[in-house]
């Protein structure tokens, strides 16, 4: 069986934010699988995806203080400034982290770790919106 969908994500601050129950709440085939793969793509370029601690939210504040120091903003050698000082080290961050994530479905669960959560990190101040295509492989 295959299944795939685009969903949507509500817009949220920059940072990195916990979005394993976005997906599963907008994927109930996945109850459907005994065993397959769960794909997770982001169409865009400047956030990507993750997967992490999924308890302490310290992990996240963490995460988002390394990358700005990893990557930081107004370098007088980037070329691409028109969208923001934010956009640039966006690009970077997005490079660095990924675009997909594929995890093994088990008896109807994403079979992840006691303390892995999926990350939808957010390297703009502003950036929207943000679409996944989620494609369901599996019997």
């Known amino acids: ?3 795939q969908k685009t969903i949507t994500l509500k ?7 916990l979005i ?11 109850q459907e699988i005994n065993i397959g793969m769960l794909n997770i793509f982001i ?6 995806l993750t997967i992490n601690e999924n308890a ?5 504040d963490d995460f988002e203080s ?39 479905i088990t008896e ?4 992840m770790g006691t303390w892995q959560g999926v990350y939808l990190c957010e390297h703009r101040n502003h950036g929207g919106a943000r679409r996944l295509v989620l494609t369901l492989q599996g019997e």
């Open 108 to 111: 109807g669960r994403l079979n």
């Open 43 to 48: 169409q865009h370029t400047s956030a990507s």
């Open 11 to 17: 817009p949220r601050n920059r940072g990195f934010h």
């Open 66 to 104: 390394h990358f700005n120091r990893f990557v930081p903003e107004n370098e007088p050698y980037y070329r691409h400034t028109l969208e923001g000082s934010d956009d640039m080290p966006a690009h970077i961050k997005s490079s660095i982290l990924g675009a997909s994530l594929t995890i093994p």
């Open 20 to 30: 394993t129950r976005d997906i599963i709440s907008q994927l109930p085939e996945l």
């Open 1 to 3: 069986m295959w299944h």
């Open 56 to 60: 302490d939210p310290t992990v996240r």
